[in-house]
């Protein structure tokens, strides 16, 4: 069964220091999203792309935060510098029609 | 604005039933439900796109009310593998496809 890949799996950083992340969403997936999630909350969206278009990005604190998925396949979200507050599980899902999405494992980033 | 679950929390005994709820103050077009244990990532559950539908993935089901903004995932026999946080999210009526997660129900089922 295809599934979403996401790497690393675990990131330690220290505070102001660049961190990025790698998603690869099922073979055929044109919507790609990443999600933000603090522990014992629901995930947030950050940003969506369809295809290699940005088609959601309110939500990224874009003076830190940049994503790209530039052959509309894998993406990569970078943060720079990171912040205390980032810590958190940055989950990658994928989606064939935007209906149902598929996640990925998630990164869990720790920011000392 | 994030929906509404209730109960944050239950806990069950192997065999007994569950009902979670989520709510939105907003006119919605579908609703999705995951489960997600604890240190992995979501698990697609089902969703529902038309007002007033039911659907069964086994012994969890869902019904989603359109005109009430609300959904309820059922829960019945439960096993010791339904423990989870389940979460509802909601995609908005209108346009867009971005879903908007509810705050959890931490469910435990104990022998």
């Known amino acids: 069964e295809a599934e979403v890949a996401q790497s690393p799996r675990y990131k330690i950083t220290e505070k102001s220091q660049a961190v990025a992340f790698w998603c690869d969403p099922i073979?055929?997936?044109?919507?790609l999203y990443w999600y933000r999630q603090i522990l014992g909350q629901g995930p947030e969206l950050l940003v969506q792309f369809q295809d290699e278009s940005v088609v959601d990005d309110s939500q990224l604190p874009k003076d830190r935060f940049s994503a790209e998925r530039l052959k509309g396949v894998d993406s990569t979200l970078k943060i720079q510098p990171a912040e205390l507050g980032d810590s958190a599980m940055y989950l990658c899902a994928s989606s064939p029609v935007g209906i149902e999405q598929y996640f990925g494992p998630g990164t869990r980033l720790t920011v000392t | 604005q994030q929906p509404v679950q209730s109960p944050q929390a239950v806990i069950l005994r192997e065999g007994e039933d569950a009902v979670i709820n989520c709510s939105s103050s907003?006119?919605?077009?579908?609703v999705h439900w995951y489960r997600q244990k604890h240190g992995e990532a979501p698990v697609f559950l089902m969703i529902l796109l038309k007002g007033g539908e039911q659907k069964g993935h086994e012994k969890i089901s869902a019904s989603f009310n359109e005109k009430k903004q609300q959904s309820s995932l059922y829960l019945t026999a439960s096993q010791l593998s339904y423990s989870g946080t389940y979460f509802c999210g909601m995609r908005p009526a209108g346009g867009g496809n971005k879903l908007t997660f509810g705050t959890g129900t931490q469910l435990k089922v104990e022998l």
């Open positions: 907003k006119a919605l077009y579908s």
């Open positions: 073979s055929g997936h044109a919507t």
